[in-house]
């Protein structure tokens, strides 16, 4: 899903539209409740998913990593998990 899309639907949760080629000039709206995003909304909103996204991978590198350690301390593998049928 294209950040643009991931922006509207971020800013305009019930909005319907349609663009072409990622830009902004070109979005149609076929549905929207109140005023149109500004391209300074939309371009602050997907600043902000872009950070949300990499916050996500870090804390999932991170949980990653504990449970690597977690198993290392009692002798496992990711590889044992996997033959015991639970990773």
Do not use: C
Request: without cysteine; proline residues 2%.
């Amino acid at each position: 899903m294209s950040y643009l899309v991931k922006a509207i639907q971020k800013l305009r949760p019930t909005a319907q539209f349609s663009f072409t080629e990622e830009d902004y000039s070109t979005i149609k709206w076929d549905k929207l409740e109140g005023d149109a995003p500004t391209q300074a909304q939309i371009d602050d909103a997907i600043k902000a998913i872009k950070e949300e996204e990499a916050a996500a991978e870090i804390e999932a590198a991170t949980r990653k990593a504990a449970a690597e350690a977690k198993l290392a301390a009692l002798g496992l593998t990711a590889d044992d998990l996997k033959a015991l049928g639970l990773g």
